[in-house]
T-cell receptor
Framework: GAGVSQSPSNKVTEKGKDVELRCDPI?????LYWYRQSLGQGLEFLIY????????KSGLPSDRFSAERTGGSVSTLTIQRTQQEDSAVYLC????????????FGPGTRLTVL | KNEVEQSPQNLTAQEGEFITINCSYS?????LHWLQQHPGGGIVSLFM???GKKKHGRLIATINIQEKHSSLHITASHPRDSAVYIC?????????????FGKGTKLSVKP
């Protein structure tokens, strides 16, 4: 079956613009996760959804970052007023029920803020 | 808040060698993840462990909950095993919630 998909695969934007990143999880997966990996850095957890709810938003780096999930499926990560330090690969993953299940990762969106 | 340490940071091995990668954490958990990140950037979940040992092909993962330590072993290593291996645990312990990641172990297997 289809895996986790993300769009766009690459995004180049100017500093100060808003961007939206999309994640389509595996059908039927109720848990969805957003991560970030900056160049040469490790993985950073941003937020996870159980259904449409995000129990813990403390991983979001600043209030310029927000995420939503609708219909228990597609999720959008929005970054407002982008800064150069936001440049990174943004990864999405989903799992069947909870974090004790195997997570399946998407290919990521490479964001470059000029 | 949990802290995760992985060792070694870098590892070079000859094809066929037995590989061990270690992960230690500071706050008790009941679930630990091992991930593999290929040179192209794609990430694959290898194991989710809550106790004991799991085996998948040439990969074996073990966890000692009392000692807060997990190991990932690769038997008969092959150049295609070259990747970054990352462990992850819940930030506040337990089994749920946000994850915190180790910095990864970069493995290079030479033919």
């Amino acid at each position: 079956g289809a895996g986790v998909s993300q769009s766009p695969s690459n995004k180049v934007t100017e500093k100060g613009k808003d961007v939206e990143l999309r994640c389509d999880p595996i059908s039927g997966h109720t848990a969805l996760y957003w991560y970030r990996q900056s160049l040469g850095q490790g993985l950073e957890f941003l937020i996870y959804f159980q259904g449409n709810s995000a129990p813990d938003k403390s991983g979001l780096p600043s209030d310029r970052f927000s995420a939503e999930r609708t219909g228990g499926s597609v999720s959008t990560l929005t970054i407002q007023r982008t800064q150069q330090e936001d440049s990174a690969v943004y990864l999405c993953a989903s799992s069947l029920i909870a974090q004790t299940d195997t997570q399946y990762f998407g290919p990521g969106t490479r964001l470059t803020v000029l | 808040k949990n802290e995760v340490e992985q060792s070694p940071q870098n590892l070079t091995a000859q094809e066929g060698e037995f590989i061990t990668i270690n992960c230690s954490y500071s706050v008790g958990i009941s679930a630990l993840h091992w991930l593999q990140q290929h040179p192209g950037g794609g990430i694959v979940s290898l194991f989710m462990l809550s106790s004991g040992k799991k085996k998948h092909g040439r990969l074996i993962a073990t966890i000692n909950i009392q000692e807060k330590h997990s190991s990932l072993h690769i038997t008969a290593s092959h150049p295609r095993d070259s990747a970054v291996y990352i462990c992850a645990v819940p930030v506040y312990g337990g089994s749920q919630g946000n994850l915190i990641f180790g910095k990864g172990t970069k493995l290079s297997v030479k033919p």
